[in-house]
């Protein structure tokens, strides 16, 4: 069981106003200095997510190895509790306190790009003047969450709850505490075999086929590959699954294909008429489910990339577009 999440900032001072001695001397305080040490050191926050505690868990992001958060699904409440801490002797005044909850795309070649896609706000203390630590519950009923959180090469898709005490004369203080969302997806109606045939005249032939074309995330990818004529010297044949992310709109789009797998089904020349079973298990790799234009920002698909390597280390490859689904949350 994970405890429950919680975030906690306190408010430094952008310029600190001591007189810094050098050489004898002082410098003296500047007018943002004097602010900070009027303001900035009133209070601290803290925001945290009510959870079961049987609730699942998923990693956050690439660049936050390690960090976890809970996962809530579409129509889900999310609730928590907010404290504001007031430093004893301190005088707090704000021109008030919301807490927010923000579904944002964050595109990172191309911050211009960046957009909250959608934002709930709730005021929890009209403008005015704060001695104590106050706590505030608050409640997003049944919030639409249709949208997958996503960490990708040049894409991020979040959810993440805010609190903010908006002040006149200083920066707001913040705290933003993540979620991850995962939805689960009917099964396909229809799910096709994939066969192909595919060579280079008069040097190799072959005919591969897999047994679906849509896998859920925990699948199995069961397939074999004929060698109907074999005339070049093959060293070995591999299956990859790669995931092509794309960003942009259409006049500057971004393309990236990432390697999740390099998995060898044949080591050794093959023969005329040999048939090479397939079989390889979809557990264990960072997959996702198959992304369309979400926002309008951003897809993600995968295929499967049948790969031979000649003696003279020359690679012949045919990739397949596979659809990916999820079927059980975590």
């Excluded at 994970?2 to 007018?31: H, I, K, M, V, Y």
């Excluded at 047994?211 to 093959?234: A, E, N, P």
Aim: hydrophobic share 35%; net charge neutral; charged share 30%.
């Amino acid at each position: 069981n994970f405890p429950a999440e919680s975030a906690r900032a306190a408010e430094g001072d952008l310029l600190r106003g001591d007189s810094a001695q050098r050489g004898g001397g002082s410098r003296p305080r500047t007018p943002l200095a004097m602010l900070n040490n009027l303001f900035g050191s009133a209070c601290t926050i803290d925001i945290t997510i009510d959870t079961e505690a049987n609730r699942r868990t998923a990693p956050l992001t690439r660049e936050r190895k390690g960090e976890k958060a809970y996962i809530f699904t579409d129509g889900e409440d999310v609730s928590g509790s907010a404290v504001v801490s007031v430093r004893p002797g301190k005088k707090l005044e704000h021109q008030g306190i919301k807490v927010e909850l923000v579904g944002q795309v964050d595109v990172i070649y191309d911050k211009s790009a960046s957009y909250d896609f959608f934002s709930i706000t709730k005021d929890l203390e009209p403008p005015g003047s704060m001695f104590e630590t106050r706590q505030y519950k608050f409640k997003f009923g049944s919030v639409d969450k249709q949208n997958e959180t996503y960490s990708g090469i040049n894409v991020r898709l979040r959810y993440f709850v805010r609190l903010v005490v908006i002040r006149n004369y200083a920066m707001n203080i913040t705290k933003e505490i993540d979620m991850v969302v995962q939805n689960l997806y009917p099964p396909p109606e229809l799910n096709n075999t994939i066969k192909m045939e595919v060579g280079i005249e008069d040097c190799l032939h072959i005919e591969f086929e897999y047994d679906k074309s849509k896998y859920h995330m925990k699948d199995v990818v069961v397939g074999k590959v004929y060698f109907l004529l074999v005339r070049i010297k093959i060293k070995h044949m591999e299956l990859n699954i790669i995931r092509r992310e794309t960003t942009g709109a259409q006049s500057a789009q971004q393309t990236d294909n990432e390697t999740l797998t390099k998995f060898e089904i044949m080591d050794g020349a093959p023969v005329k008429d040999q048939c090479i079973p397939v079989r390889l298990y979809l557990t264990g790799f960072e997959l996702t489910p198959t992304y369309k234009n979400v926002q309008n920002k951003f897809s993600v698909r995968y295929f499967l990339n049948l790969v031979l390597v000649d003696e003279e280390d020359r690679r012949y490859f045919k990739q397949q577009e596979i659809f990916i689904w999820r079927k059980k949350i975590g």
